[in-house]
């Protein structure tokens, strides 16, 4: 049965991780927001923490952490910055537990060592220029070399890549079936430094603007078969299973993000006069704050949840739909009131709540928009899944 309250040692990673983002990245993630700039000398201090490899087997370095714990890092890292929080989620939930979930032994022991030590960071490939949301219009194709079927080419870009310029690592879809549409995409770990493949434009966002995020191209790009991650042709049947647990970490994300921003707004409620008295004084204000409250409250439940059962090897396409569903659309609010509590002062960049109503409207679109999580959910209790 699943217990609301956390264990004693769910209670010692929360502080740590604070504590840590308290010290280590508060004070920047301004600066690093206006410069626009990936933090490399944070990823050292992460490594030292184990939060490169949260869910990494001991055997491979990692820290091997419950779902639920890894919930909790996110929330923590993204109640002081997003960027960071997104970060750590999507190497982890992504290029790392692609190869955790499809990889065979030798491939576990090639990569997962040097990610989860944060030697290199990883990358995620699915998303192209023509193909958001809908996996079957992928155009990038992978062939068998002519002659040496052990060989495959790649031909083709991605867009929208966390990390695609700063990992090492990236795991890339590639259409090897076109008859089959979605279900004919393999999937397949591309180094840096392979002939063909090269980073493209970096994109410019509303927000998360120390996250790295980049086009990939592929030219031509040359792997042995043994890049190939899990089953010819099964690459998307992995990747819903890769998002299920992903969602929840996007669900945490916002979560932290809107909590991050409440307290900043319950602060700046207490501390600022207008007409003689605190700005908490105010019904209305009272009410936004409860508001907010309620649903962030309500977010951490679904949340967690989704990785209670995701723990005990359940199915959660609908519960991690449900989780980050909620959780970005109450974290969104949560960012907006904070900033309208702020008055002026909200709208200018010298308090961080205008920069977590930025970065927290990704968390309505990756990873599957709202209108996607709303499908999937429609589908889950008609019972067409």
């Not at 049947?237 to 970490?249: K, N, Q, Y």
């Amino acid at each position: 049965m699943i217990n609301f309250d956390e264990t004693e040692a769910e209670k010692i990673l929360r502080q740590t991780v604070r504590d840590f983002a308290e010290r280590e990245i508060r004070p920047y993630a301004r600066t690093w927001d206006e410069e626009e700039r990936f933090p490399h000398e944070l990823v050292p201090k992460l490594a030292a923490l184990g939060l490169w490899g949260l869910r990494v087997p001991e055997a491979y370095g990692g820290a091997e952490m419950t779902t639920e714990e890894q919930a909790i890092v996110v929330e923590e890292l993204c109640r002081v910055d997003g960027s960071v929080g997104i970060t750590v989620a999507s190497h982890n939930g992504l290029c790392t537990g692609h190869i955790l979930l499809a990889g065979n032994e030798e491939q576990k022991r090639r990569w997962l060592p040097r990610l989860a030590s944060g030697q290199a960071l990883g990358a995620w490939g699915l998303t192209e220029p023509s193909s958001g949301s809908d996996a079957a219009g992928a155009r990038t194709r992978a062939v068998r070399k002519p002659g040496q079927p052990d060989r495959w080419i790649i031909n083709g870009s991605k867009t929208f890549i966390t990390q695609g310029s700063v990992g090492s690592i990236c795991v890339v879809m590639a259409v090897t079936s076109p008859e089959k549409k979605q279900h004919g995409l393999t999937a397949f770990v591309v180094e840096k430094g392979t002939p063909g493949f090269s980073v493209g434009k970096h994109i410019e966002k509303m927000g998360l603007h120390a996250s790295d995020t980049v086009e990939l191209s592929f030219v031509d790009v040359e792997v042995p078969d043994e890049n190939r991650l899990g089953e010819l042709d099964h690459g998307f049947l992995d990747t819903l299973e890769i998002l299920d647990r992903g969602r929840i970490a996007i669900g945490a994300m916002a979560l932290g993000l809107g909590a991050g921003a409440l307290e900043q707004a319950i602060r700046y409620a207490k501390e600022r006069r207008q007409f003689g008295r605190p700005l908490s004084d105010n019904q209305a204000i009272q009410f936004m704050l409860a508001d907010s409250a309620t649903e962030l409250d309500a977010a951490r439940l679904l949340i967690r949840r989704a990785a209670w059962m995701k723990d005990h090897g359940m199915r959660t396409t609908r519960e991690s739909s449900m989780a980050k569903l909620w959780a970005a659309q109450a974290a969104m609010r949560a960012c907006d009131r904070a900033v309208q509590i702020h008055g002026g002062y909200g709208y200018t960049r010298e308090f961080p709540v205008e920069r977590a109503l930025r970065d927290c409207k990704l968390c309505e679109i990756g990873e599957g928009t709202n209108e996607v999580q709303r499908m999937v959910i429609a589908r889950e209790i008609l019972g067409r899944g």
